[in-house]
């Protein structure tokens, strides 16, 4: 143990003091820093940077406190007993304890080393025993003081490849609520706070897999009510797999099944209204109720089929509330590397940047929008219509839909680009609607790892203003088909059929001819 300063420190005996364990950055900082704007003189208690335990208490200085800074391992329980013999000679007395000191030593459980499991809990759990301990004479004789223990959502949920640091934060709340009972008639008060994923120098050092675990499990945690899904039925639609709903469930969201031939409305704690592929047009008092719904700031979320317009006069007077309609016929697209060999009209379209699909462009996937259909927006709307996905200029709509003879480009063709994916909004409503049946198919997701669920399920988290859900989820480490589009195949054939079989003969014939020198 350490101090900066040593000598009697002067001070304003009024004022009562707070001493914070791993003080010198991040969080711990920020509640001494606290601490001292709201009249409290602070101990920094650190393990490591002296710089940053300065720092610290020039930044409690600048907000009227005295302090000083004590060096700590709060593992080492003769440590800490020197710790507080030192801060109560210094400051006379001790009110507050903040018991923040913390390490991670990540890693998978079957890893996972004995010294790895015991410094966590060391540091974790036993310094804040050790802290408490130590000053629990004091809290007694004054009758009085306070203790905030530093636990983590991560001790309420659990988090993979962090078994030492979750049981470490959650035997910080179990202690937590022993400690309470055991002080409460001596008038000291022990809690503990679980603070989420915050940016400090020990959550930088995360892998980029165990900070999207974290961040989409907090919600779950803070939030005890499910976001609640509609999924409009009774005109066919396609029922959502069993995938799909268990991926819903993962961020914590609830569908419900909704028939608005028999609802006067659409139930008030509906977040999102869910409308997937229907094979029939949808009523004018459906109509009317989803346009009430939109009034009401509602979110809509359509997936259709290639469809005539002449058959869905009620649902597209929906959309147009929006300033989006739907073209005519089925998308062929032209550019070889837009499309799956084979499946012109199997699109991988352009994907435009946005919050939802923003994390899906970063991570170098493909989305996929099979038979899709143009959508377009209606001149003079006042809602705000951005295009999420698009074709090439080279594709094209083959006007008869299904009953095409053939994919081929022919005359009365219409001309691309066209939008397959687009996202409208006015006064608060929002409609993300994509112009394919499949996008939820889960043999299409199987070609392109899973990417359209992404986009389906960043698509509920915008809606649902549920930042955490707006991610690339893990990827299965089941073999995935590889997305090849056309152009590409082209040129591996080649390279599989010409030049890789005449450079290994080249290679052979090498072979041989030294052979024979030798």
Avoid at 22 to 28: V, W
Avoid at 153 to 160: E, F, K, P, Y
Avoid at 199 to 221: C, F, H, Q, W, Y
Avoid at 465 to 489: F, G, N, Y
């Amino acid at each position: 143990m350490g101090n900066l300063n040593n000598g009697a420190l002067e001070r304003n005996d009024s004022r009562r003091v707070a001493l914070v364990t791993g003080g010198s950055r991040g969080i711990g900082r920020a509640c001494a820093i606290g601490l001292a704007e709201d009249g409290y003189d602070i101990a920094v208690v650190y393990a490591g940077s002296v710089d940053a335990a300065h720092e610290t208490c020039e930044a409690c200085e600048a907000a009227g406190a005295t302090a000083r800074s004590y060096q700590c391992d709060v593992a080492d329980p003769a440590a800490v007993n020197a710790c507080v013999e030192a801060v109560l000679n210094d400051f006379g007395s001790i009110w507050a304890l903040v018991n923040n000191a913390g390490i991670t030593r990540d890693g998978l459980l079957m890893r996972m080393g004995d010294d790895a499991f015991d410094r966590v809990l060391d540091v974790n759990l036993k310094g804040t025993f050790n802290m408490m301990r130590a000053l629990t004479k004091t809290f007694m004789r004054q009758r009085g003081g306070c203790v905030v223990n530093m636990s983590s959502v991560v001790g309420l949920m659990g988090n993979a490849g962090q078994a030492n640091y979750a049981a470490s934060k959650a035997g910080v709340i179990g202690l937590t609520k022993a400690v309470a009972r055991e002080l409460a008639p001596r008038g000291v008060t022990v809690n503990a706070v679980a603070p989420g994923f915050i940016d400090t120098d020990m959550t930088r050092a995360l892998p980029e897999e165990a900070k999207n675990a974290l961040t989409s499990g907090i919600a779950k945690v803070t939030r005890t009510a499910a976001y609640q899904l509609y999924e409009l039925t009774g005109h066919g639609e396609t029922a959502l797999s069993d995938t799909v709903e268990t991926l819903i469930a993962q961020q914590n969201m609830e569908t419900k099944s909704l028939s608005l031939l028999t609802e006067e409305a659409v139930p008030e704690d509906a977040q999102a209204v869910i409308i997937s592929a229907p094979t029939g047009d949808i009523s004018e008092d459906e109509a009317a109720r989803l346009k009430d719904y939109l009034a009401r700031e509602g979110q809509i979320i359509l997936m259709t089929d290639v469809m005539d317009r002449a058959d869905y006069p009620n649902l597209l007077s929906v959309t147009e509330e929006m300033g989006v309609t739907a073209g005519e016929g089925m998308i062929i697209e032209g550019d070889a590397s837009r499309c799956v060999r084979g499946y012109n009209y199997y699109i991988l379209p352009n994907i435009a940047s946005h919050e939802i699909t923003d994390p899906i462009i970063d991570g170098g996937y493909y989305l996929m929008t099979p038979m899709a259909q143009p959508i377009e927006t209606l001149e003079g709307s006042d809602a705000d219509v951005t295009a999420l996905l698009t074709t090439s200029d080279k594709a094209y709509s083959k006007l008869a839909g299904y009953d095409m003879k053939s994919t081929a480009k022919e005359d009365g063709d219409a001309d691309g680009p066209f939008t397959v994916g687009v996202i409208a909004e006015k006064s608060g409503a929002r409609l993300v609607w994509f112009s394919s049946a499949l996008l939820l198919d889960e043999s299409t997701n199987s070609i392109i790892a899973g990417s359209d669920y992404d986009l389906f399920l960043n698509t509920l988290g915008y809606t649902c203003e549920q930042e955490d859900a707006i991610s690339i989820r893990a990827k299965s480490l089941d073999t995935q088909a590889l997305v090849v589009p056309q152009a590409s195949a082209s040129t591996l054939s080649a390279l599989m059929v010409g030049v890789i079989p005449a450079v290994l003969v080249a290679v052979g014939i090498v072979i041989a001819v030294r052979r024979k020198r030798k």
